[in-house]
């Protein structure tokens, strides 16, 4: 049962990492671009 949860929230947490990394990523090009 576990398991089963673990499947069903992995495909969640790794689209929140991406969003996250690309949120860092614009940021950080908007600091380059606007110095």
């Known amino acids: 049962m576990s ?3 673990l499947i069903m ?3 969640i ?3 929140g990492l ?3 990394g690309a949120i860092l ?3 950080n ?3 380059k671009y606007k110095s």
């Open 3 to 5: 398991t089963f949860i």
């Open 29 to 31: 090009l908007i600091k």
């Open 18 to 20: 991406i969003t996250i």
């Open 25 to 27: 990523l614009i940021s």
């Open 9 to 11: 929230l992995y495909p």
């Open 13 to 15: 947490i790794l689209l």
